[in-house]
């Protein structure tokens, strides 16, 4: 059981913590503007070049020092082995915030109601009738997404939503039909598109800084507290 990529220190992954963020190879999505295609390409989540144990060697030795854990991907809830990880980071006294595409909401469950999530960063793709382009499955059933997502807005724990805007994929009529799928939502951010040269489809573009303030100004229609993030 391997980790496939750690950052040793973020002070922007995890709000309000300093923390440490472990990445996991291996997702059920393609989806084309991925920035981290090269972890996606495990269909099963595995290999990896980090141990757990030089990992958890590592985390005992930030203690006093990080304050909690972001545990990504990829999807790190493919397998077991994130759950199982999340398990010891939290014996050695770390918050864990866990990045999540949603689609395993009985893993989610079964963490939260643990008491082992401090903080949820689920992706909202698109709009439903858009998620299995954008998510690059074509017979993607986004039920299980939508348990997700309403069981994290009943408040269990901390979250937020974020939506990843790309020219081609995403338009206004996507945003309004977002929000109306959450609407009420605790946290939304509107994130601008990079391309941080590790995509799955290659030319893809974001949007001017006007064209993200007026998704911001629909966003917020129905989640009041909806920002912009990476503009």
């Excluded at 690059?136 to 348990?147: A, F, N, Q, R, T």
């Excluded at 937020?160 to 605790?186: M, N, P, Y």
């Excluded at 590790?198 to 893809?204: C, S, V």
Aim: glycine share 10%.
């Amino acid at each position: 059981m391997n980790i496939s990529g750690l950052q040793k220190l973020t002070l922007l992954d995890f709000p309000g913590k300093t923390a440490c963020t472990v990445f996991f190879a291996g997702c059920n999505f393609r989806c084309p503007f991925c920035h981290n295609a090269s972890l996606v390409v495990s269909p099963d989540g595995s290999g990896g070049n980090m141990s757990f144990e030089n990992f958890l060697s590592f985390l005992a030795s930030r203690k006093g020092k990080l304050d909690g854990v972001c545990v990504s991907g990829g999807e790190p809830l493919l397998g077991t082995q994130a759950v199982e990880l999340i398990r010891k980071i939290k014996s050695l006294g770390f918050l864990v915030k866990l990045d999540t595409n949603g689609s395993f909401p009985n893993k989610l469950k079964s963490l939260a109601e643990e008491g082992l999530l401090d903080y949820v960063a689920m992706d909202i793709k698109n709009s439903p009738e858009k998620y299995p382009l954008v998510a690059g499955v074509p017979s993607l059933d986004i039920s299980p997404i939508k348990e997700s997502a309403s069981f994290l807005m009943k408040g269990s724990v901390p979250y937020e939503f974020r939506t990843t805007l790309v020219r081609g994929f995403h338009d206004e009529s996507d945003i309004q039909k977002i929000g109306t799928w959450i609407s009420g939502a605790e946290n939304w951010y509107l994130q601008a598109f990079v391309d941080s040269g590790d995509l799955i489809e290659k030319g893809l573009t974001g949007f001017s800084p006007n064209e993200y303030n007026r998704f911001l100004d629909i966003a917020r229609q129905f989640v009041p507290n909806a920002q912009l993030r990476g503009i």
